[in-house]
């Protein structure tokens, strides 16, 4: 708290000063970022020099760890974000706790949301459109949308020559609970999983929900995709095998279960056509590969 307060006196002197105009991109800026999604894109526009701070979730690339990071985006410290001196905070309005955000805007800290929320593929290339007007990359915007547009093509293509429609599940370990979860048709992984040819059996309100032995009997996935943490925390086939209702599985019984990557299923970005391609190669494997 002490820490906290000597940030906090320190920046409210300069309030008036750099805290207290609007930043331009001519500034010398000290950008902090808390959106995985936003990162991605920031990265692959070639963006990052101004970037000194993320969020723990913003995963990719892999440079990006060399970055201070500054809690997890929904549960985050004003003593963390300050500690970097930001003259920018950029966020997708899916942080808190909110006592920390109204400390930031008691100080003046300037703070953006980017328009475009970037949640199917025509509105994660206005997305990408969006960041690169904006740091000034809108070339580099243009090639990854055309990109993006050329494997998505590619992906949905093959999938509609296919016959059938592996159930596929995913499990995700959340490490803010400490529980598995897996993904239901509301999420951003059903997206991708469908776009890949397979489809995500398991219904519900929310994108995700406990893991449960009843949720995998009714399903019965044909598939199942554990993302990296969960899955290297468990460390082998039988370890997986011993998760709530998994061994019963069709899954479990042909061995296709495999690892994916958590940033791969959670958000769309410039790399959403080749994370479907993958997934299709990966849903499509013989039953006897590992």
């Not at 949301?113 to 904006?134: H, Q, W």
Request: hydrophobic share 40%; with cysteine.
């Amino acid at each position: 708290m002490k820490n906290l307060l000597i940030v906090l006196s320190l920046l409210a002197l300069s309030a008036c000063g750099r805290f207290g105009k609007k930043e331009t991109q001519s500034q010398e800026q000290r950008i902090v970022c808390l959106s995985k999604q936003y990162n991605e894109i920031i990265f692959a526009l070639g963006a990052q020099k101004d970037l000194v701070a993320v969020d723990l979730s913003s995963t990719y690339p892999p440079e990006i760890k060399k970055l201070t990071t500054v809690g997890y985006h929904r549960a985050l410290s004003a003593e963390g974000i300050l500690s970097t001196k930001p003259t920018l905070v950029i966020h997708d309005n899916n942080v808190g706790p909110e006592q920390v955000m109204k400390q930031l805007e008691g100080l003046k800290i300037p703070m953006m949301v980017f328009k475009t929320k970037g949640d199917d593929i025509a509105t994660t290339k206005s997305l990408i459109s969006e960041m690169g007007d904006y740091f000034k990359k809108p070339k580099q915007a243009d090639s990854l949308n055309a990109k993006l547009d050329a494997d998505m093509k590619t992906a949905t293509d093959a999938a509609a020559a296919l016959k059938d429609k592996p159930k596929v599940m995913i499990i995700h370990f959340g490490r803010a609970n400490n529980v598995y979860l897996t993904m239901t048709k509301n999420s951003t992984s059903a997206k991708l999983i469908g776009w890949a040819g397979g489809e995500i059996p398991l219904d519900g309100e929310r994108g995700m929900m406990q893991l449960s032995p009843e949720s995998m009997a009714k399903t019965d996935p044909d598939v199942i995709l554990l993302t990296d943490f969960g899955y290297d925390q468990l460390g082998s086939l039988d370890k997986i095998k011993e998760l709530p209702g998994v061994s019963g599985t069709k899954a479990a019984k042909a061995n296709r279960i495999f690892r994916v990557e958590e940033h791969d299923l959670v958000y769309l970005g410039p790399r959403t056509g080749e994370i479907v391609l993958q997934l299709q190669r990966l849903i499509r494997q013989d039953a006897n590969a590992k």
